[in-house]
């Protein structure tokens, strides 16, 4: 096409650039789909070990949840049901040490009284090889809803939501004052013990993390409370050293702020995956959106979408291929109402 005009041509030129610049970056990135998992479930939780992915978690209505452990082998495309979590829970955090998958803290359904969202302090050493359980050393900090990561061979475990200081609550209610927290707590898988670390500068729960280069980055989230009908979502990303027991300064924030979604980390990037936003009305928005974060840079890069929006949905990396597995498609719905799917999406993060 022929342009009189220079700068008309130079703005098409670069909005070529940029397209094709695009379409290389969605190319290199190749959406499937797997084996769908077994019990379709929100509020899941994904972790890689020994090179296969681990599921735990599921929620059911009235808030009363699964415990479910499912362990999925992607040579052979096949799902197995190992023994349930020792306490049934949700918005648990995960992490993997040689090996070991460690699940700490999350909520558990009242021992007594209404429905809600009890805050625990247990931990549990999980053993994929064995199909066994561990208690570990107590949480120091009762807490639902934070996130967990490894940084030589310790696990930090920041954010969450608990009840406000001094309050008589035990239970976590959408309708009752509660906060989200900025704990900093880390566990020394050798001697079984924790250790309290600087607090996270921007209290908040439901968020993703990462370590990359010996920083963990804390990405996202919801401030205000445990609940979407309550909280608003940020999308700040804070930089942790642990060398240092300092915070940094805020790093680019998410393109789309969201809660509960899926993450792992790959080759220096941290990728996120669906979430949910509060919205009008009994609805909440979920989303498709699939986003890496670039420490090197400070960048963010946009990937494919999902094909189907979910959040509560379980997630790692798993040599180059990042697992999007189950979750709620219609987050905070009319009460009674769940639209869990049990679509398990692949993204291979290294397709030529």
Same mark, same amino acid.
């Given at each position: 096409?022929?342009?009189?005009?220079?700068?008309?041509? @130079?703005?098409? +030129?670069?909005?070529?650039?940029? +397209?094709?610049?695009?379409?290389?970056?969605?190319?290199?990135?190749?959406?499937?789909?797997?084996?769908?998992?077994?019990?379709?479930?929100?509020?899941?939780?994904?972790?890689?070990?020994?090179?296969?992915? @681990?599921?735990?978690?599921?929620?059911?209505?009235?808030?009363?949840?699964?415990?479910?452990?499912?362990?999925?082998?992607?040579?052979?495309?096949?799902?197995?049901?190992?023994?349930?979590?020792?306490?049934?829970?949700?918005?648990?955090?995960? &992490?993997? /040490?040689?090996?070991?998958?460690?699940?700490?803290?999350?909520? %558990?359904?009242?021992?007594?009284?209404?429905?809600?969202?009890?805050?625990? $302090?247990? /931990?549990?050493? @999980?053993?994929?090889?064995?199909?066994?359980?561990?208690?570990? &050393?107590?949480?120091?900090?009762?807490?639902?809803?934070?996130?967990?990561? /490894?940084?030589?061979?310790?696990?930090?475990?920041?954010?969450?939501?608990?009840?406000?200081?001094?309050?008589?609550?035990?239970?976590?209610?959408?309708?009752?004052?509660?906060?989200?927290?900025?704990?900093?707590?880390?566990? $020394?898988?050798?001697?079984?013990?924790?250790q309290a670390r600087q607090s996270m500068p921007t209290a908040r729960n439901h968020g993703a993390i990462g370590t990359v280069n010996n920083k963990i980055y804390y990405l996202g989230g919801r401030v205000g409370a445990a609940f979407i009908t309550r909280a608003t979502n940020v999308g700040l990303v804070e930089e942790y050293d642990p060398a240092t027991d300092q915070w940094g300064s805020l790093k680019a924030? +998410?393109?789309?702020?969201?809660?509960?979604?899926?993450?792992?980390?790959? %080759?220096? %990037?941290?990728?996120?995956?669906?979430?949910?936003?509060?919205?009008?009305?009994?609805?909440?928005?979920?989303?498709? &959106?699939?986003?890496? @974060?670039?420490?090197?840079?400070?960048?963010?890069?946009?990937?494919?979408? +999902?094909?189907?929006?979910?959040?509560?949905?379980?997630?790692?990396?798993?040599?180059?291929?990042?697992?999007?597995?189950?979750?709620?498609?219609?987050?905070?719905?009319?009460?009674?109402?769940?639209?869990?799917?049990?679509?398990?999406?692949?993204?291979?993060?290294?397709?030529?």
């Amino acid at each position: 096409m022929l342009f009189k005009n220079k700068s008309l041509q @130079y703005i098409s +030129m670069a909005i070529a650039a940029c +397209m094709l610049l695009a379409s290389g970056l969605a190319a290199a990135q190749k959406l499937s789909r797997a084996a769908p998992f077994p019990e379709a479930s929100e509020e899941l939780y994904g972790i890689g070990a020994s090179g296969k992915f @681990y599921v735990f978690g599921g929620l059911a209505p009235g808030w009363k949840p699964k415990g479910l452990v499912y362990e999925y082998d992607p040579a052979k495309d096949t799902w197995t049901k190992k023994k349930n979590m020792p306490i049934a829970s949700h918005h648990i955090a995960l &992490a993997e /040490v040689n090996g070991k998958i460690y699940v700490i803290g999350g909520f %558990k359904y009242p021992d007594a009284g209404p429905a809600g969202w009890q805050p625990m $302090d247990n /931990v549990f050493e @999980y053993d994929p090889a064995a199909d066994t359980w561990k208690p570990l &050393a107590p949480l120091p900090a009762r807490r639902g809803a934070p996130a967990a990561t /490894v940084h030589d061979g310790k696990i930090y475990v920041i954010g969450g939501a608990g009840p406000h200081p001094g309050s008589k609550e035990t239970v976590l209610h959408p309708a009752r004052p509660h906060r989200a927290l900025s704990t900093n707590e880390m566990y $020394d898988p050798a001697t079984n013990a924790w250790q309290a670390r600087q607090s996270m500068p921007t209290a908040r729960n439901h968020g993703a993390i990462g370590t990359v280069n010996n920083k963990i980055y804390y990405l996202g989230g919801r401030v205000g409370a445990a609940f979407i009908t309550r909280a608003t979502n940020v999308g700040l990303v804070e930089e942790y050293d642990p060398a240092t027991d300092q915070w940094g300064s805020l790093k680019a924030s +998410m393109p789309n702020p969201r809660s509960a979604v899926a993450w792992g980390t790959h %080759k220096g %990037k941290i990728y996120v995956a669906g979430g949910e936003e509060r919205a009008s009305g009994p609805w909440q928005r979920t989303f498709r &959106a699939v986003e890496a @974060y670039n420490p090197a840079n400070n960048r963010w890069e946009q990937l494919p979408d +999902m094909e189907f929006p979910r959040h509560g949905l379980a997630g790692d990396i798993i040599n180059g291929k990042f697992h999007l597995v189950s979750g709620d498609a219609a987050s905070g719905g009319a009460p009674g109402t769940h639209i869990d799917s049990d679509v398990h999406e692949i993204i291979d993060l290294e397709a030529k």
